[in-house]
């Protein structure tokens, strides 16, 4: 049987916008030591902007933004939500779009006008990184979306997100709450990766896939650690459900991961996750 001192905290904690679904989770919040990051929409923003069009070969910049905005046409990544914003703020019309496939943690495939548009980073598209822009670009900390048309690299977008402006303190707090080890784990590249993570004062690891995650949550358990998940997109969902503690970010994120996850941000405010971990050692002071 629950504890009646959970059931309240579970009460009180509702009201404060932090949903939690067992009592068990206080507890195992209470011990955690490892607290691992989704990068896109959880520690940042989520709503990158397009900075950069790099045209290569005999397509204007305007082509390249118009074949990557109608190849990301039914993405709900937030990468392809500011490729699309970009496009409807420079008036672009978007051309047909057909077979659409997403592949997590890389980008899509689709047919555009009858080509074969692949928009994606580097582990999809590798001929990228032979680009001058794109050392140039990646040393600005910028995400890079490379398009293929037919196979043939045409193109190049810089994208960059901005921080959430409550995770600093909110992650100080974190710490001061007893979690020894904080990594930021993302399928973006190692520079926008290090420039975020040193930023932040957290460890860092890069160009992972989905399953990466998962992995990297289970090797941390295998070593006995109890591991928090913090995300908010499909993606993460595997490894929200794998974390002994996954939170998702509720209103900010998917359907999906809140449904994955043992607990949830019911309002956009970052703060929740300390207060969190103080709800859980409050509560179990009151349970022993
Ligand atoms: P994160 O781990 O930062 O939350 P994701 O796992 O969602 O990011 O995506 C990892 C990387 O895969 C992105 O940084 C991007 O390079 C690429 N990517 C994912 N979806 C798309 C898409 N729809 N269009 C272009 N690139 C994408
Ligand atoms: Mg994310």
Request: proline share 3%; net charge negative; glycine share 10%.
């Amino acid at each position: 049987a629950t504890p009646v001192a959970m059931l309240a905290s579970i009460g009180a904690a509702a009201k404060r916008g932090l949903l939690i679904k067992g009592g068990k989770y206080l507890e195992v919040l209470a011990r955690a030591d490892v607290l691992l990051l989704d990068k896109t929409g959880t520690v940042t923003v989520g709503r990158p902007q397009i900075t950069d069009i790099v045209a290569i070969g005999s397509l204007t910049s305007s082509e390249v933004l118009q074949l990557a905005a109608s190849a990301e046409r039914y993405s709900e990544h937030p990468l392809a939500e500011a490729v699309r914003a970009k496009a409807t703020e420079e008036k672009i019309i978007l051309l047909s779009t057909e077979q659409f496939e997403a592949i997590p943690g890389q980008g899509i495939r689709a047919r555009v006008s009858g080509r074969a548009l692949v928009v994606g980073n580097a582990r999809l598209i590798p001929s990228g990184l032979d680009l001058v822009e794109s050392t140039q670009l990646e040393a600005q900390g910028k995400t890079l979306l490379f398009i293929e048309q037919d196979g043939e690299l045409v193109g190049l977008l810089g994208a960059s997100d901005t921080v959430r402006p409550e995770v600093p303190e909110a992650l100080a707090e974190v710490k001061r709450q007893g979690v020894k080890r904080i990594e930021l784990l993302t399928g973006d590249n190692e520079r926008v990766a290090s420039a975020l993570a040193h930023q932040l004062g957290i460890g860092y690891q890069a160009n992972l896939l989905p399953e990466d995650k998962i992995r990297l949550v289970k090797e941390y358990q295998t070593k006995g650690h109890t591991v928090v998940m913090v995300g908010d997109g499909v993606n993460d969902a595997p490894a929200l459900a794998q974390a002994d503690v996954g939170m998702a970010m509720g209103v900010a994120g998917t359907d999906v991961a809140m449904d994955a996850a043992h607990m949830a941000l019911m309002r956009n405010d970052w703060r929740l996750v300390p207060e969190a971990f103080a709800i859980a050692h409050r509560t179990m002071r009151v349970v022993k």
